[in-house]
């Protein structure tokens, strides 16, 4: 989008409150905003969690069945991540197939989930080389303010973590699936990312969409329960120093372990 | 109808369905006007296990130009499905089915909206279904109408809508998903109570003359009962809160 | 299409007609076009009919093929009718994939044969959850003057009706074809589709093209042998009143049971 | 060619072909000028057991505008099989086949009609093959011709078209589909007999230099005869029938 | 693309030349230009070739590995040639699916070198009817100055030459490879593809970019090493005469000998 | 990270890579400005057995034009790997993959090239992946560099790019193939070394907050070897050969 007159006077009043050490909506350069987690969103789904952060509202159902292993993979289960901003979450969003921005996003949210090693795929068999547990993560926008890799992350790690995992077992070369054997899906950890813009020489955790529309950079970066960072991704029309980097990885932990004990509490209470 | 045999028992010796519903009982119905801060109008609907939102936009300009038309506003209507909305997973793909539907639920809409007065716009409106267990195009629909009419957009009437259908040989109100899948008819219909004009409706089935006609008199039946909460759902945003947005 | 000031004109003078029970081409209001049927239009294909209703013509071939059955539906046979209004038939068509007009065409036309049970997919099974009969009626549309529902649907049933099925056989776990063993393709009943536009307060049937253009609704309902409804799909721009919808479903057994002589007749001279 | 070894025998003793022809005579040819409605030209051909509709419009204005020309007409054309029109049901997707074919035949026309008149417009072909059976963008091109004839549309001359081929180790005429699966070569041409020029020309084959100089010249004698049917449906239309479209 | 007044001028230019039997480059109208081959390029594909023909850049990957056999061609092993051009080969080259022209130059490519039989494709079965070798010549094109047919046919045969074919033995079912024991993919002839342009009434071997922009038509002539013809495509806006033909067809085989001589020595070079 | 368990020794007890190379130690690097005709620009380069061709062209006009900025001119990048460029062959569709890394390559250069005295038009990267061995995304965006340098576009710096990342607990620089497979992480990064600004950065794996920070480090080295390279070769070609496109 072309930046208008009035995103740049936008633009101009963030910056001029950023000097103060102040954001438009009285956050500290360090605060995410409101993070609410209602889980079990959609009760027909095997896991599913409807995530408001700020007024970004995005919605993950998670689907599990039996699957075809990837070739060379035939001991592993399948772990897959979709995002879509639906039509309704903003007037801007056009309804076809997703442009670069919204597969950045998806791959982003997927590749943070996966790299963490959260969802234990190894324990997906159903029989080796043959049919394996897929895991489906599908994660819709319905209301848009900004920053949606953290929205999309936590919508996905919440309904993950409240997945039930059913059992199938081989009869007649088909899976079949066992009535009332669920378990809880096995997650080793859980991921947390934490998306940081640039705005002028300031980083601010978590941007809202006037943020978003002024920032010059951002980074999103995915940290695990212990602490390290599995995932990063950079973007935005500027850069980054070597110690601005080194700043968002600090915050990332830091930020990021608040947001996980919210996440984690979903867990609990779901479970 | 599927046409897949089923030894579910659809209704019993007391006129009681699988659901525990009787033949003229519509399911558990929940309608919130609002809940979108984007969208211009918005509407949630939970009619049975569906779980459908709506988000409006518009009055507003048209992209590509060539779409629009001089004379007056025209009405956008997208119907779409969650991967995670159904049974097996969706695949994200539109579905002629989708296309449909979305047309089907335009054209039962148009009936309803005056866009005469906002040459070259558009109106738009998305349906997302969250869930779905039967009856996904007249929760639609209704919860469409609502939306419509949170955005601000002038209407003749509000368009309410619910199945009938047949099952174990009886007319029944709200066919459900096991009724729509075992069962010997469904027929969706949209309605506007106060014009008493059917805007939509749809049969698939078998129906004798007489069926055909009971049909949908009971489809209006809960049409009726479907309108009164869509005003229920408008007057508790516009007035029991205050009428804040 | 946008309404043109002609368009707007024909209106009014259709409508001035109906006011005085009078139709432009002038038929009756429950009067459908001359209904010409070709049967064998396209000999190899294993059915097909060639039909004309007024101006409006349509080709159905019908290709009959071993297929793999749908999942849980092993012991049925596949029937799959799909509908394409070809350039040639009219300036206004577009060449690319269908739009929602054409897909609403070819789901009403399918689900009107389907619903109506009338090709016993039953009798289509070459060995259970294997290998099934796969019917296919491909409808293509060469010359339009108004109401494609009907004339598809009549193309389809006509080709249906007079259909060869031959016979295979697994034979090393592949359908082999028996030569010479060719039957008719098992069929219960024949659907008659009737499409009624609504003008002003007037139904009439069977609509051509400067009718189709200045209605306010329409309704296509589709009757089996029997005399039942068995699909009907409502259409257009404006609303019926129940009254309104009882007496097209009146009309829709009336006419149905005309027309469906004239299928009768082609199926008899077929076989 | 298919390359499929096959038992046929392609070519008795006596010089008759598999489906009882001569080397040098063409299948059955029926040409017929017009037959649609709404088209501005048409022509139906059946040629063996190819059966083939065309229907021309224009020269009309052309959308997207960018694609017009501003000092000539453009032709445009679309060879299109029916899903039953071949013996495995072909799937509705356009194929890079008949992408192909579009184009060649496109080109087979340009040298014949005469677009600089019409600026900024265009004259659309559309080929529908109902029934394929070997050699069916010959079969097409010759219909093409007649339907643009038809529509009134100028041309220097008219394409006839026909194919020749080798079986049997012999230049042979109008190779059918067997010839084609199971023969040596087959050459498509397309030729404008009043011009003497060839307009199209494929071959997929083994020839050596005489074969291919005899194969040209004995597809230019199957366009001949095909020319002649050409002329023969358009005075059937416009003059024994007095001239009625 | 629209004729400019530019090219208006260079036609009537390189016409003028034409009269006086020249040709814009100094070249004779049967004289092909310069063509530089340098094989495995790609030294990770089963066989590659960069070719230069003038200004005109195209390099062919071979990749070779197991497939399903086509219905009813158990027999035998497949082989398919692409092409594409890409979008920084000319300023005007559109990103997307292939418009008409590219699928017209893949196809005659292919049709080239698989009418001539180069590729031995019953020596590439694995296992009857089960599985076989699949060869993918994927020509792109990186550099245009006219004449892509003749570039890419050269670039596809020169990498086919050159390629190496793994051997693969069924194991449980399933195509194992069998590790240094590549052979050379076997062929059984050199096809070599002539392109020739009418201007006027003058006929050019190897059309550059400014001559293919001027021509009236075209016709691309492949040869085989016996010195048949085994494929031809025209194509546009004009005709030839039968004597145009006949001398198009003996240039194909005179100027088809010198270049297969070039690509001839690539083979030894590189086997 | 494949997360495929391997046997192969990534480093031995002599801090030797399974390649030969030591842990600061890139693989064979050769880039070359220029050699496309047609191109404004252009570059090539082969990072270990990476082989990648860029061209650029523009500034130039914006089509459609609703896709050019009045205030400033665009980049549009399109990153695409050919069909043979892979261990299994690639299908020719673009893939999700070459969509974002052609998103994150023109968001690296973005903060590099200076468009704005060019409103209304676009300059166009097109990156080609010849054949492909791990750090595609780091070589092709280097080449890129030098492609743009060498069509005349106005630049702040040039970005070289290289990955670091983490294999057998090491921080090593410049992951190929095998390392990204069976490695513990893999960190591409681009790099403006006058500026001192990281315009790309990317990480698979895990790292623990100081392996992080030595992985960035290290991996800005990479990019220092690298920026040497590429203004050696424009170097060679603009000074050492006369200046000669």
């Known amino acids: 989008m072309t930046q208008t007159v009035i995103d740049d006077l936008k633009k101009s009043q963030i910056l001029e409150l950023l000097e103060q050490g102040k954001r438009v909506d009285g956050r500290a350069l360090d605060e995410p905003r409101r993070l609410t987690v209602e889980i079990n969103a959609i009760p027909k789904a095997n896991g599913s969690a409807r995530v408001r952060l700020g007024d970004t509202e995005a919605i993950c159902g998670v689907k599990i069945q039996p699957d075809r292993p990837f070739p060379d993979m035939g001991d592993k289960g399948i772990f897959i991540c979709t995002a879509e901003l639906l039509p309704l979450s903003h007037p801007s969003v056009e309804t076809g197939p997703p442009g670069p921005d919204v597969i950045e996003l998806a791959r982003v949210v997927d590749r943070g989930v996966r790299e963490s090693h959260m969802v234990d795929v190894s324990q997906l068999v159903i029989q080796e080389n043959k049919s394996v547990v897929g895991v489906f993560a599908d994660i819709v926008v319905v209301d848009y303010d900004g920053n949606l890799f953290d929205a999309c992350s936590y919508a996905a790690t919440a309904a993950i973590l409240n997945s039930k995992l059913p059992k199938w077992e081989m009869q007649d070369d088909i899976p079949s699936l066992v009535d009332g054997a669920e378990t809880a899906l096995p997650t080793t950890t859980i991921p947390v990312s934490i998306t940081m813009a640039k705005i002028g020489n300031h980083i601010v955790v978590d941007p809202n969409s006037d943020e978003w529309a002024s920032m010059d950079s951002r980074i999103t970066i995915t940290t695990d329960s212990d602490g390290n960072i599995v995932a990063l991704q950079k973007g935005g029309k500027d850069g980054f120093t070597l110690d601005e980097i080194v700043k968002c990885g600090e915050l990332s932990v830091k930020v990021g372990a608040q947001i996980r004990e919210t996440l984690k509490r979903t867990g609990e209470d779901g479970q | ?245």
């Open chain 2, 1 to 245: 109808m599927g046409g897949r045999e089923s030894t579910m028992v659809l209704l019993d010796e007391n006129g009681i369905r699988c659901d525990g519903r009787k033949i003229d009982e519509p399911r558990r119905i929940l309608i919130k006007a609002g809940g979108l801060k984007n969208a211009d109008g918005s509407a949630y609907i939970e009619f049975g296990e569906n779980k459908i939102l709506v988000g409006v936009y518009g009055p507003r300009d048209v992209h590509p130009k060539h779409m629009s038309n001089t004379d007056t506003g025209i009405l956008r209507v997208r119907y779409h499905m969650e991967p995670f909305s159904v049974g097996e997973r969706k695949n994200p793909a539109p579905s002629r089915r989708e296309i449909e539907i979305s047309k089907v639920i335009k054209e039962a809409l148009l009936p309803a909206v005056i866009l005469e007065n906002f040459p070259r716009t558009a109106v738009d409106v998305f349906i997302e279904v969250l869930q779905a267990d039967g009856g996904t195009r007249c929760a639609a629909l209704s919860a469409a109408s609502v939306a419509l009419a949170d955005a601000g957009i002038p209407m003749r009437d509000m368009v309410a809508a619910c199945a009938s259908g047949k099952a174990a040989d009886t007319i029944i109100l709200d066919v459900n998903n096991e009724e729509d899948q075992a069962g010997q008819a469904d027929m969706p219909i949209g309605y506007m109570p106060t014009l008493e004009k059917i805007t939509l409706l749809q049969l698939d089935g078998v129906l004798n003359p007489e069926e055909f006609k009971k049909c949908v008199e009971t489809g209006i039946h809960g049409c009726e009962i479907v309108y009164d909460l869509q005003k229920k759902a408008l007057n508790e945003k516009y007035f029991k809160n205050g009428g804040d947005k």
